[in-house]
């Protein structure tokens, strides 16, 4: 099938749900299901709702917010305490299962008190085959994925958002603060706000696609390949290092293999979009 045919198959399922609840992060997916469901059953039949957390960079809030303004669609911000569960802190390879299970269970919650009983997330045909221990959470909480059901790719959602004009289409994906912080070490927030603030600096340098891998005093700095000599050179390398410090970090390295989705998990000899 085309993209635009799994679209009008997207369709079909969401009118049958008639009002929807979306786990939103103002990422590519769920932004896409989001305006899909308004296109499909009305703004005012769609509910956005974000979990907010230490994990949540602040920059990623701000443009769920914008974004959800612009589809005309209610943004339900909703508190989420996954740091008071120790199988969280704990960041051992199930911790994303434990996360999203709190984050859904919560949100499911606050949806059901807003009058939707459906909940759906950005959950796409490619994700079947990742190694995501959160997916467990969805399938056990009977959480919806249409974009799933309609075997809609990622590349599928970004040409349709292209089409759509949304603001996500090219974005890169940005999974939670959490996921940057290397198994075995305790989730903090302190740890999580490092990772922030230390991205948002190397934002502010031009960069775009990047993760500061926090390993406890050693932070590992991931970009793409063809950007590793501009940090490299002196007056860049110094400013970063200034920084990095003073959030905290004793160590800082640049990885030489270059940017890469769920480097952390290649210690579990699987991939990860993390």
Known sequence: MTPNEKYQHLQTKLRALQKLAVAFSGGVDSTFLLAAAAQTLGPQNVLACIGVSPSLPQSQLNQARRIAEQLQVRLLEILLTELNDPNYTANRQDRCFHCKSHQMLTIRRRAEQEGFSHLACGSNWDDQNDYRPGSRAVAALNILT??????LTKEDIRTLSRQMNLPTADLPASPCLASRIAYGVEITEQKLH?????????????????????????????????????????????????????????????????????????????????
């Open 194 to 274: 490092q990772v922030e603030q230390a991205e948002e600096f190397l934002r502010s340098l031009g960069l775009s696609e990047l993760r500061v891998r926090h390993h406890g005093l050693l932070a590992r700095i991931e970009v793409p390949s063809n950007q590793i000599r501009m940090l490299t050179e002196e007056s860049c390398r110094n400013k970063i290092v200034e920084k990095l410090k003073s959030l905290g970090f004793q160590y800082i390295t640049l990885d030489l293999q270059g940017f890469r989705s769920g480097s952390l998990n290649e210690m579990l000899g699987r991939p990860n979009q993390h």
């Open 146 to 151: 249409p974009l799933m059901d309609a075997q």
